[in-house]
């Protein structure tokens, strides 16, 4: 069993940055691979980024190059780095692990966390 908890979401203008914070449970971090998912009202939760267990990556298109997903398992902790804020990346992000691939659908994560609310402001 895995907990994560998310953190490091606010209220930001557009063109600001924020890191967000998951912080994982369990002994066995690092042979997890991660996922940062979004969901804005509305809408569905759709994929934003995507860690292995050794440290590959993954995108989603529409983000590559303002978003940069990275991990530190000594300290159990998936980050998202997010520059360049849109107020259209308002959203509840959302931090997801599971044992595998680092697969960008949603359905495969086993353990997800309660989200953390990202608004940028124009």
């Known amino acids: 069993q895995v907990q994560v908890v998310e953190s490091g979401g606010g209220l930001v203008q557009a063109g600001g940055s924020l890191r967000l914070s998951c912080a994982a449970s369990?002994?066995?971090?690092?042979?997890?691979?991660m996922g940062w998912f979004r969901q804005a009202p509305g809408k569905e939760r759709e994929f934003v980024a995507a860690?292995?267990?050794?440290?590959?990556?993954r995108y989603a298109d529409s983000l590559k190059g303002r978003f940069t997903i990275s991990r530190d398992n000594a300290k159990n902790t998936v980050y998202l780095q997010m520059n360049s804020l849109k107020p259209e990346d308002t959203a509840v992000y959302y931090c997801a692990a599971r044992q595998g691939v680092a697969t960008m659908t949603d359905k495969m994560y086993d353990y997800w966390g309660q989200g953390t609310q990202v608004t940028v402001s124009s």
């Open positions: 369990g002994r066995t971090f690092s042979s997890y691979s």
């Open positions: 860690i292995s267990s050794g440290s590959g990556t």
